[in-house]
């Protein structure tokens, strides 16, 4: 039986709003356990990773942050505690859902929607964390709870942007830009193993190369003036038919100018994200095209269980970039963040033992 403490380690915010530029402090502190409430569980969390989001809290560029908030959405483990002593999830291992708002609308959230980390919702950074049992997922049997920890948020996003909005199956051909953060490669990972010609672009080619190691068929240095052509070539020799299908993609910026002309008519851009521009460029060529600007946001707790039972039968493993051993080592986390050099998810191993199915 294991022992239930009565508080647990966790990382927390903590503003300090006079430092220039601005970036609040990461602090291990104890919090309370709160007693569990009917329909809740209490899982031990065996790893977390990280997201984008975790550094843009430090940076304040995260609306809705608080003084005290948790980091981290991403986390697995397993439940060792119930509000109903006979709950079937007890002593199963988790993945838990990185969301709340959006349970199972198609087309988008039913009320406000929210990631853990942050304020109200409690983040994953902590050891034990007291969560709606309807609100987890059980982890594939293939994976230990650190390549499990990486999934979540990324997977429910990449799954949302390629396979409902994207609509990639079998054949596909997609490209994937900004190749190397977590969602971009898990969605390579999704796109390959639903047997798409996946195409790739990044900075670095290093990446380029570990995006083919992984399947793709090939990608391109969007920095060279040419890398739309490039892409087109690539599409033209290496894809199903001449033209690209999706493009998946978190930059904005010119990306429907850019690679417009390689895209089919009736094709989708499906942008998950801003880091290089707030806003895309788009043409009434492209309209009358019938080509198409999807933005694409997380996902529902439906999508997340549809992509995690994906994971299951067909064994995908998302691709870990660091591993490391503790909360504090926290920091080295949110460097290798800033750095931009990680190829996949940065994860944090809680409890040594996390490589083990239990």
């Not at 996003?157 to 390629?162: G, H, I, M, Q």
């Not at 390689?262 to 851009?269: A, D, M, R």
């Not at 504090?328 to 990680?342: N, T, V």
Request: aromatic letters at 6%; hydrophobic letters at 40%.
């Amino acid at each position: 039986m294991t022992s239930i403490p009565k508080s647990t380690k966790a990382l927390v915010l903590r503003t300090v709003p006079d430092r220039k530029p601005l970036f609040h402090d990461a602090v291990i502190e104890d919090k309370p356990i709160e007693p569990l409430q009917e329909g809740e569980i209490l899982v031990k969390v065996n790893a977390v990773a990280f997201n984008h989001r975790d550094l843009w809290m430090r940076k304040g560029l995260y609306p809705g942050i608080t003084d005290g908030a948790t980091y981290g959405a991403d986390g697995a483990g397993v439940v060792v505690d119930a509000a109903d002593p006979s709950d079937p999830l007890l002593n199963k291992r988790v993945i838990l859902a990185p969301i709340r708002g959006w349970t199972e609308d198609p087309y988008a959230p039913e009320d406000i929607m929210i990631a853990l980390g942050g304020s109200p919702v409690q983040g994953t950074f902590q050891h034990y964390l007291v969560v709606e049992r309807d609100w987890v997922v059980p982890t594939p049997e293939h994976l230990d709870d650190r390549q499990a920890a990486a999934w979540p948020l990324g997977g429910l996003t990449a799954w949302r942007a390629a396979v409902i909005n994207g609509r990639v199956t079998n054949g596909s051909n997609v490209l994937i830009t900004g190749i190397g953060g977590g969602v971009a490669l898990l969605a390579l990972q999704i796109c390959v193993a639903k047997g798409a010609n996946v195409f790739v672009t990044s900075s670095n080619p290093e990446k380029i190369q570990k995006a083919v190691e992984l399947g793709a068929k090939g990608g391109a240095n969007y920095k060279d003036k040419n890398w739309a052509a490039e892409i087109g070539e690539l599409v033209r020799t290496k894809g199903s038919s001449h033209h690209l299908d999706t493009v998946i993609d978190a930059g904005g910026g010119p990306i429907f100018t850019s690679i417009g002309k390689y895209l089919k008519q009736g094709g989708s851009v499906v942008c998950y994200g801003m880091h290089a521009n707030p806003s895309i460029s788009m043409t009434m060529k492209q309209v009358m095209s019938n080509q198409r600007l999807i933005g694409s946001t997380m996902g529902s707790l439906l999508d997340l269980k549809n992509a995690t039972t994906f994971v299951a039968e067909s064994k995908l493993v998302p691709a870990l970039s660091h591993i490391l051993h503790g909360l504090d080592k926290a920091h080295e986390g949110f460097e290798l963040m800033a750095s931009g050099e990680q190829f996949g998810k940065i994860v944090i191993s809680l409890d040594d033992s996390s490589t083990s199915r239990l």
